[in-house]
C-alpha cells in the first residue's frame, strides 16, 4: 500500500508514525512544503520572548531522524499542488527547483493546517508579520534583536496574540499594544471571565485595546501607522494575531466536500466524500461533543487523537473519532486560564436551558504556605446538573481543575457526580475538600433550592430598584478597605443578633469574599423568613470586574 501524506507537525507527522507502527511494509510519502517535518507550533511564542533558547528545542523530529527511526520518505520544501482522484495520483512541485511531477497514492491524507488570516492590502514584511512556523519565529526575534525596536502591536486578543504580548513584554521590556475587534479578549471565554485576563495584562504594563477593529495599516516612514475605527497608533512592529483558516484549496479543487465557511467535510473516520482520501487537523471541522455542531477546533490535541484515526482506518483498525471538546490553557504572566466545553454564547446559540455559577476557592489547604485564590466558572444544563463548560483562572492548579473537569463533560457528568469524586488530598496540594467537590456542592445547592444566586452584572442591573438590597456580611476590617457602593453591612457572626434590622419586604443580594460566608448568611436569611440571593464569585470576582 502507498500513502501520501500531505503536510507534516502535529498531524501529518503522528499519522506518518502510527502507519509505520501498524504496517512495516507500506510505502508511506510525507510532503512537506516547510523546511521542517514536526516543530513545537505552540513553543513560538516563547521562542520569540527568550524562554526557550535555541531553534533546535522547538523540532521535535527532523526528517533524517524521522526516516531513521520509522522509514517513511520525508520531502522537505516541496507542495503538493494537485489532486487527481481519477488517476489516484498528485502532482508535487519542488519549491528549490520549481520542478513537477507525478506520485500515485493508494490512500492520500489531507493535513496541511491552516494559515493566519491577513485580511490587509499590505503583505507580510520586515515590520508586519504572521507567526505560524518556525521560519516567521526565527525571522521575528532576528529583526527585532538587529534592530531598535521599543513599540510592538499585536493585532487580535486570542490565544497566540496573548503569548506573544507577554513574551515581547518580558523581551528587552518591551512596549505592547493589543488591539481586539471584540469587546473582550479570547473568544472562547466568557464576557465577565475576561476581565481577569484583562487585568492580569493590564497590571503587567500591556496596552488592551478593545471594541476597536482595525481599517488599514500604513508604513510611515520609520514608522507602520495602525489605523483603528476610531484611532490611530504609531508603532515599530505589527503582528497579525486574527485567527486561521483552512488551507483546504486542494480539497476544494478536487471536488471534495467543503463547509461554505472553510473546512473539509469528514466523517467519524476523518475519511472524505472520497473514501480514499483523508483529512484532519486544522484543515477540518468536527463534531463539538457537547452540542453535536460541527466547528472549527485547531488546537494539537485534537490533531493527535484524529492522527491515530487515520492511520488505524487506513490499516483496518476500525476506530471513529468522537469529536472534541476544545479543552485548552493558557498561560499569562503568573495566572493560568484553563478552559474546557461550551460557555454561554454557545448555549443561547443552541437554545440549552443553562445556568452558570462562579466559586473563588483556594488552590490547597489555607494553612498549608502559598495557597492562592482561584476563580472557577462553571455552565451547567439546567435541572440535572450536567457539566457543560468550564472556566478556571488563577495561580497554581489551573491545569489540574480544568482536566478533571474535562474528563467530566466528556463523560456527561453531572454536579452530583463531581461531590463524590475522591479525588488526591495533601495540604501542597488540595483541599480535604477539593474545588470540584466544592464546584458540584454549590451546584447542587442551587439545583434543590437551598440557595438562589445573582451575577454582578445583574445586582448592577438591579441597583436602582429600591426592594432590594444588597447586603455585605464580611468583618469589619475588609468592608473598611473596599466595599460595593451602597451596600448594607452586617458581618456574619453578628447576623443572627441583627435580623432585626432588616425587612422582610426586601430582597437581599449577599456577597462575602469569595461566596462561603454569603452562602451561610442567606441559609440563615432563608430560614428567617427573609428573601435572599447569594452574589456569586463574592467580591474577589467584583473586584476584576
Known amino acids: 500500500m502507498k500513502i501520501i501524506i500531505v503536510g507534516g507537525v502535529a498531524g501529518g507527522a ?156 518580558n523581551f528587552k521590556n518591551l512596549k505592547v499594544t493589543i488591539v481586539e475587534k471584540a469587546t473582550h479578549l479570547i473568544a472562547p471565554l466568557d464576557e465577565d471571565m475576561s476581565k481577569l485576563v484583562y487585568k492580569v495584562l493590564t497590571r503587567n504594563g500591556i496596552n488592551v485595546i478593545l471594541d476597536n477593529g482595525v481599517k488599514e495599516i500604513i508604513n510611515k516612514n520609520d514608522k507602520i501607522n495602525v489605523v483603528l475605527e476610531n484611532q490611530e497608533i504609531d508603532t515599530d512592529f505589527v503582528v497579525l494575531c486574527i485567527g486561521v483558516k483552512s488551507e483546504d484549496e486542494l480539497a476544494k479543487q478536487c471536488g471534495l466536500k467543503v463547509y461554505s ?111 492562592s485564590m482561584l476563580t472557577i466558572k462553571a455552565i451547567y444544563e439546567d435541572k440535572s446538573g450536567r457539566i457543560l463548560g468550564v472556566q478556571v483562572f488563577g495561580e497554581e492548579n489551573v491545569d489540574k481543575i480544568t482536566d478533571i473537569l474535562a474528563v467530566a463533560i466528556k463523560m456527561k457528568m453531572t454536579a452530583y457526580d463531581l461531590e463524590e469524586l475522591d479525588l488526591c488530598y495533601a495540604p501542597p496540594f488540595s483541599s480535604a475538600k477539593s474545588p470540584v467537590n466544592l464546584l458540584g456542592n454549590s451546584i447542587v445547592n442551587q439545583i434543590e433550592g437551598l440557595v438562589d444566586t445573582v451575577t454582578w452584572k445583574e445586582v448592577e442591573d438591579l441597583k ?29 457572626d453578628d447576623l443572627r443578633k441583627r435580623l432585626n434590622e432588616l425587612d422582610k419586604a426586601k430582597i437581599y443580594l449577599v456577597y462575602c469574599r469569595t461566596g462561603l460566608r454569603s452562602y451561610i448568611a442567606c441559609r440563615i436569611l432563608y430560614q428567617n423568613g427573609f428573601k435572599a440571593k447569594n452574589i456569586t464569585g463574592g467580591y474577589y470576582f467584583y473586584s476584576y470586574l
Open 14 to 169: 503522528t499519522t506518518a508514525a502510527r502507519l509505520r507502527r501498524l504496517d512495516e511494509r507500506a510505502e508511506i510519502i510525507l510532503v512537506e512544503r516547510g523546511k521542517f517535518i514536526s516543530f513545537a507550533n505552540c513553543g513560538l511564542p516563547y521562542y520569540i520572548g527568550d524562554v526557550i533558547k535555541t531553534k533546535k528545542d522547538l523540532l521535535v523530529q527532523t526528517p533524517e531522524d524521522f526516516n531513521m527511526r520509522f522509514n517513511i520518505d520525508v520531502r522537505v520544501k516541496q507542495e503538493v499542488i494537485k489532486i487527481n482522484r481519477r488517476e489516484k495520483n498528485v502532482i508535487i512541485k519542488n519549491l528549490e527547483t520549481n520542478e513537477e511531477y507525478t506520485e500515485s497514492y493508494d490512500k492520500l491524507v489531507l493535513s496541511p493546517g491552516a494559515s493566519p488570516i491577513n485580511p490587509f492590502k499590505i503583505l507580510n514584511g520586515e515590520k508586519i508579520r504572521t507567526l505560524r512556523n518556525v521560519e516567521d519565529s526565527v525571522e521575528i526575534k532576528d529583526y527585532m534583536e538587529k534592530n531598535n525596536i521599543e513599540n510592538v502591536t499585536i493585532i487580535g486578543g486570542g490565544y497566540i496574540g496573548i503569548e506573544l504580548a507577554e513574551n515581547l513584554r
Open 464 to 492: 436602582n430598584n429600591k426592594d432590594i438590597l444588597v447586603l455585605d456580611v464580611r468583618t469589619d476590617e475588609e468592608f473598611e478597605s473596599r466595599n460595593y457602593k451602597g451596600a448594607i453591612h452586617i458581618p456574619l
Open 261 to 371: 465557511r472553510g473546512g473539509i467535510v469528514v466523517n467519524e473516520k476523518m475519511q472524505t466524500n472520497d473514501e480514499d482520501i483523508y483529512a484532519l487537523g486544522d484543515v477540518v471541522k468536527i463534531k463539538n461533543c457537547v452540542t453535536g455542531e460541527v466547528s472549527s477546533i485547531p488546537l494539537a490535541g485534537p490533531a493527535n487523537k484524529q492522527a491515530r484515526v487515520v492511520a488505524n482506518n487506513i490499516c483496518n483498525r476500525n476506530t471513529n473519532y468522537e469529536g472534541s471538546i476544545g479543552s485548552s490553557i493558557l498561560k499569562i504572566f503568573n495566572y493560568n486560564l484553563g478552559i474546557t466545553g461550551i460557555n454561554e454564547m454557545t448555549c443561547k446559540r443552541n437554545d440549552i436551558a443553562y445556568k452558570t455559577i462562579i466559586l473563588s476557592p483556594y488552590s490547597h489547604a489555607t494553612y498549608y504556605p502559598g495557597a
